[in-house]
């Protein structure tokens, strides 16, 4: 059952709800820096849409905004998670739709940032999740404890090719969910609700060509590692990062710790954090731009070039709002 947008649909009285404002774009794009931007010029809040970022004590490598730099500007969904829990896009869904509604109550504007692309359709569009059934997902798991994921996903391939393509095999937990969407419903996992918003929305794109944001990926990366990655996710292990199925698996903190198993050197892994996401960025480019609803705007190449981003996302978002009205 989708979740509803409560107070999103309403605001204080006699007072028309704002449009939802959305931020996207691949990684590196600068979509944090230019929401709290907006956030400042429309008295808004940021909701978090990026879903690395909403483990507690991953900040380096996530590029999180320090509190220092958020310019008192209020956040939702950082932080909410400890590195051993799952994410679920479920649970994000219900609780981000009712910070929305808090923030509409409030009489303030929704900003909604960040570069997980499921994550912005639950919350934004009609989006529903098919039921679970915990006798016929037990028994998947089992078939994969005996007979190995591999299996399952081959299964899963012959049923449901681009879901399969999406999942690596050895993904147990998304492989054996798939399978159960297909056995509960009949329909294959990969199908995703046509591009309808819940509630009224306005979505600004930040786009970059692919060369600018490898060499922004490139010195991210170097800074991240300057910074304290390394220490940061020694630290994250005794809070129980390698039993997070979520958490381990993002990038910047999955090669770093076969860095500290001693697999990889520091320069390899280096190379290898910059070369998993320059393809991040590709994936999350490719998830967003084939949405009509998107209006693109060049993303900032530095920080003095954030007031010129802002400017245009402002002129965007104003043009919805007279446009809504």
Same mark, same amino acid.
């Given at each position: 059952?989708?979740?509803?947008?409560?107070?999103?649909?309403?605001?204080?009285?006699?007072?028309?709800?704002?449009?939802?404002?959305?931020?996207?774009?691949?990684?590196?794009?600068?979509?944090?820096?230019?929401?709290?931007?907006?956030?400042?010029?429309?008295?808004?809040?940021?909701?978090?849409?990026?879903?690395?970022?909403?483990?507690?004590?991953?900040?380096?490598?996530?590029?999180?905004?320090?509190?220092?730099?958020?310019?008192?500007?209020?956040?939702?969904?950082?932080?909410?998670?400890?590195?051993?829990?799952?994410?679920?896009?479920?649970?994000?869904?219900?609780?981000?739709?009712?910070?929305?509604?808090?923030?509409?109550?409030?009489?303030?504007?929704?900003?909604?940032?960040?570069?997980?692309?499921?994550?912005?359709?639950?919350?934004?569009?009609?989006?529903?999740?098919?039921? +679970?059934?915990?006798?016929?997902?037990?028994?998947?798991?089992?078939?994969?404890?005996?007979?190995?994921?591999?299996?399952?996903?081959?299964?899963?391939?012959?049923?449901?090719?681009?879901?399969?393509?999406?999942?690596?095999?050895?993904?147990?937990?998304?492989?054996? =969910?798939?399978?159960?969407?297909?056995?509960?419903?009949?329909?294959?996992?990969?199908?995703?609700?046509?591009?309808?918003?819940?509630?009224?929305?306005?979505? !600004?794109?930040?786009?970059?060509?692919?060369?600018?944001?490898?060499?922004?990926?490139?010195?991210? !990366?170097?800074?991240?590692?300057?910074?304290?990655?390394?220490?940061?996710?020694?630290?994250?292990?005794?809070?129980?990062? =390698?039993?997070?199925?979520?958490?381990?698996?993002?990038?910047?903190?999955?090669?770093?710790? =076969?860095?500290?198993?001693?697999?990889?050197?520091?320069?390899?892994?280096?190379?290898?954090?910059?070369?998993? +996401?320059? =393809?991040?960025?590709?994936?999350?480019?490719?998830?967003?731009?084939?949405?009509?609803?998107?209006?693109?705007?060049?993303?900032?190449?530095?920080?003095?070039?954030?007031?010129?981003?802002?400017?245009?996302?402002?002129?965007?978002?104003?043009?919805?709002?007279?446009?809504?009205?």
């Amino acid at each position: 059952m989708v979740a509803s947008l409560p107070g999103a649909m309403t605001g204080p009285a006699d007072t028309p709800t704002p449009l939802i404002v959305a931020v996207v774009g691949a990684t590196a794009t600068g979509k944090s820096a230019v929401a709290i931007q907006v956030a400042l010029e429309l008295g808004g809040e940021v909701v978090n849409a990026d879903a690395m970022q909403f483990y507690r004590g991953m900040d380096i490598g996530t590029a999180k905004v320090p509190v220092s730099e958020r310019h008192a500007v209020p956040h939702h969904q950082l932080d909410v998670l400890e590195v051993n829990q799952d994410a679920s896009v479920a649970r994000f869904q219900a609780e981000a739709r009712a910070d929305i509604g808090r923030i509409h109550a409030r009489g303030h504007r929704a900003i909604v940032a960040g570069g997980s692309g499921l994550y912005h359709r639950a919350l934004l569009d009609e989006f529903s999740f098919p039921a +679970t059934d915990p006798a016929v997902r037990a028994a998947l798991e089992a078939r994969a404890e005996d007979e190995g994921p591999g299996v399952l996903h081959r299964e899963l391939a012959a049923i449901d090719p681009e879901a399969a393509a999406k999942i690596p095999p050895q993904n147990t937990k998304r492989v054996v =969910r798939a399978l159960e969407i297909v056995a509960l419903t009949g329909s294959v996992a990969s199908s995703l609700p046509r591009h309808t918003y819940a509630a009224p929305t306005v979505t !600004v794109g930040l786009a970059a060509p692919y060369e600018v944001l490898d060499a922004r990926i490139d010195a991210r !990366v170097d800074a991240m590692w300057e910074a304290g990655l390394v220490e940061e996710v020694r630290g994250l292990q005794a809070k129980g990062l =390698r039993e997070g199925v979520t958490a381990r698996r993002a990038v910047g903190y999955a090669e770093t710790l =076969r860095h500290l198993d001693g697999e990889w050197d520091a320069a390899t892994t280096r190379a290898l954090i910059a070369q998993h +996401t320059r =393809r991040l960025a590709r994936k999350q480019a490719q998830w967003f731009r084939p949405d009509p609803r998107v209006t693109w705007i060049d993303a900032p190449v530095d920080a003095a070039d954030v007031p010129r981003a802002t400017a245009q996302a402002l002129a965007v978002i104003r043009a919805a709002d007279a446009a809504a009205t």
